[in-house]
């Protein structure tokens, strides 16, 4: 492998940022490199300063503000803030792992795929990731979208805002641990629950019929209006999405989040500083064509992310052909242990201390997407004797098992499309796993 500087080169080179933002005015070329200047600083801090969290939080954060400084809503990034700030409360309870600096990972990890897919596969990419480009008809923005800068967008909403819901699902561990605290001078906490009025109970059906619809129509664009994805009931999935609601699911609490926020964003234009207001008939057409598929698009692969456990019925598994981009968030997200913290007590772990490196090869019909990781001495302790075992090979397969047996469970095997993951260690395969 490559030694971290000539990997972090490659990293940046990988995401080709052209691929995705427009030079189309000054603007938009300054917009582009002030992007792909603080991914680059995100990164250094990561790879050559893994125990400078702060440092990597506030990075981070910078670019979510840089990040949505483009898209015209700042109170997004400021959002983000406030996310940061409560995950401490959740870490020092114990028994789970950071999901801010997370969030970043899993969008320059898939972001790294997407962009290796649209190199190879040039103009077919918007087949295979199911986009198009936008129609000036139907616009209410100074310019329509090409497909690579709406598939930019896309993944912006899906990978930042997939994990966004995360503390309201832990709140009753957030409640059992103040209350092992008050409980040595007898005092009760009032139950921790977020609070629906009628207004909001009445909202979310609609938004669970949208995303099942979408869900039903498998991303197939209409026939008649081909700017649209095709809506088919789905009976079982709007049960499905209900059932995880009422579970606190973080998927669909985050996708839900995001259907709010961005519906705010452009019916309260002041509220949020958005330099798009719309007309009564703009916001009606933003509806139809924008807010129906792209951002209950990004929902629906938000909601996909996390159905998962015994408490939640059963979906069938998910095909890249069909759903690609969560097919990507689910795989990225499962995958993205590297450099993620977990703490308990203010003792921090952090067991996998690289990047992994990605392929993406076509050959005749197949595409295949390869992971690989690799392993240095200390890692291989650390895993050793996280697992209790002394063989590598047993030992890697218990701390990929929970992973695999997700993934397995939840992502289909297809004819074309093959996902690889392997682990190395000096010039040889210790591990590897086949989809």
């Known amino acids: 492998m490559e030694n971290k500087e000539e990997f972090h080169r490659k990293i940046i080179k990988e995401l080709n940022l052209d691929n995705f933002l427009e030079d189309r005015s000054n603007k938009h070329k300054q917009e582009k490199q002030d992007i792909k200047d603080q991914i680059e600083k995100v990164l250094t801090s990561l790879m050559f300063e893994p125990k400078n969290t702060h440092q990597h939080t506030k990075e981070t954060l910078i670019f ?54 649209i190199s190879i596969m040039d103009t077919d990419s918007q087949k295979i990731l199911k986009i198009k480009d936008e129609n000036e008809d139907t616009c209410v923005f100074p310019r329509p979208y090409n497909y690579k800068e709406r598939i930019f967008y896309l993944w912006t909403l899906a990978s930042t805002f997939h994990d966004i819901g995360y503390p ?55 026939e008649i209006e081909p700017d649209v994805y095709e809506k088919i009931e789905h009976t079982h999935f709007h049960k499905v999405l209900i059932s995880a609601f009422r579970k606190r699911n973080h998927g669909i609490l985050s996708a839900i989040i995001l259907l709010r926020l961005i519906e705010r964003i452009f019916l309260f234009p002041k509220e949020f500083d958005s330099k798009y207001p719309l007309t009564p008939e703009e916001f009606n057409k933003y509806t139809k064509y924008f807010y129906n598929n792209d951002i209950a698009r990004a929902a629906l692969i938000i909601s996909l992310h996390n159905l998962k456990g015994n408490n939640l019925p059963e979906i069938s598994q998910i095909k890249f052909s069909e759903f690609p981009l969560a097919f990507i968030l689910i795989l990225t997200d499962e995958f993205q242990e590297f450099l993620r913290r977990k703490t308990d007590l203010g003792e921090e772990k952090i067991i996998l201390k690289n990047i992994p490196n990605i392929d993406v090869i076509k050959e005749e019909n197949e595409l295949t997407i390869k992971i690989k990781y690799y392993l240095g001495d200390k890692e291989i ?55």
């Open 64 to 117: 979510l503000k840089i990040l949505w400084k483009k898209y015209d809503c700042i109170k997004i990034a400021n959002f983000f803030e406030h996310f940061a700030r409560i995950e401490p409360t959740l870490l020092s309870l114990g028994g789970t792992r950071e999901h801010f600096l997370h969030i970043f990972h899993v969008f320059l990890f898939g972001l790294r795929i997407i962009s290796k897919i």
């Open 168 to 222: 309201l699902e832990y709140l009753p561990e957030i409640k059992e641990g103040f209350q092992k605290f008050t409980d040595i001078f007898n005092y009760k906490i009032t139950p921790l629950n977020f609070q629906l009025d009628y207004s909001d109970i009445v909202e979310l059906d609609p938004n669970f019929r949208l995303i099942s619809r979408l869900y039903g129509g498998k991303l197939t664009f209409t």
């Open 381 to 435: 302790s650390e895993i050793k004797e996280d697992t209790k075992s002394e063989d590598l090979k047993e030992a890697l397969d218990i701390f990929w098992q929970g992973s695999i047996e997700s993934l397995e469970k939840r992502l289909s095997s297809e004819t074309n499309y093959k996902v690889i993951f392997e682990t190395w260690k000096d010039n040889k395969i210790v591990y590897e796993w086949i989809l």
